[in-house]
């Protein structure tokens, strides 16, 4: 069966500390992994990772996908309460348009 | 439009009314996606759309639930007989080519309440 697993299911951390998400997946025929950022509206888009892009970043935000350990990370370096969301992982492969998401990674960054 | 469009944002209902969701993707995307989300939880898939073409529903729990995108752009996911068990967020995306190197943008969903 397809999974998608997070961890931890939660973290709180000081304002100024760096924190790793964590990502595995178990799925046939891997095509990508997103990493998505959700607030109190719509779950926003940060990165997709592929066999052809295995690291993104983007200011305080980077991500690497291990395709040998089948698994990625997103690191959010210098957190600011801004930061405080939940992070959702998301993973596609062939044979299928859908996206299957994981639960999710609450964060909350104290000031 | 600009952005994936949701209607209502928040629609309470009483057990065994039917209700409608609305969801207008952006313009010129191909794909969508109707997903559930229950509180805690990542989204979960419901059913697709490649134009006006539903290519997958496996996701949508029993025959009470049902999606249509008659034109290829605006789509209704309409649940029959509400049961307080269909309480989520139900969100609607859209993307360029479907899953195939292309990210899912998503709407601000509509919370749907069964009392």
């Known amino acids: 069966e397809d999974k998608v697993v997070q961890s931890p299911l939660s973290l709180v951390v000081h304002e100024g500390d760096t924190v790793t998400l964590n990502c595995s997946y178990e799925v046939t025929n891997f095509r990508s992994l997103l990493w998505y950022k959700q607030e109190k509206k719509a779950p926003t888009f940060l990165f997709m990772l592929?066999?052809?892009?295995i690291e993104k970043k983007s200011g305080r935000l980077s991500s690497i996908l291990d395709k040998k350990e089948l698994s990625s990370i997103l690191n959010i370096t210098a957190t600011q309460t801004g930061d405080s969301a939940i992070y959702l992982c998301a993973v596609t492969y062939s044979g299928t348009y859908k996206y299957i998401f994981g639960t999710g990674t609450r964060l909350k960054v104290l000031a | 439009g600009a952005g994936v469009s949701q209607s209502p944002r928040y629609k309470v209902t009483k057990r065994g009314q039917d209700v409608a969701l609305r969801c207008d993707p952006i313009s010129g995307h191909v794909s969508l996606y109707w997903y559930r989300q229950a509180l805690g939880q990542g989204p979960e898939f419901l059913t697709y759309?490649?134009?006006?073409?539903?290519?997958?529903k496996s996701g949508l729990p029993n025959d009470r639930f049902s999606a249509e995108r008659p034109e290829g752009s605006i789509s209704t996911l309409t649940i029959q007989r509400t049961e307080q068990r269909d309480s989520a967020m139900y969100r609607c995306a859209s993307s360029p080519r479907g899953g195939l190197g292309t990210e899912a943008f998503f709407g601000q969903g509509t919370r749907l309440t069964v009392v």
């Open positions: 759309f490649n134009y006006e073409a539903q290519q997958d």
């Open positions: 592929t066999s052809s892009g």
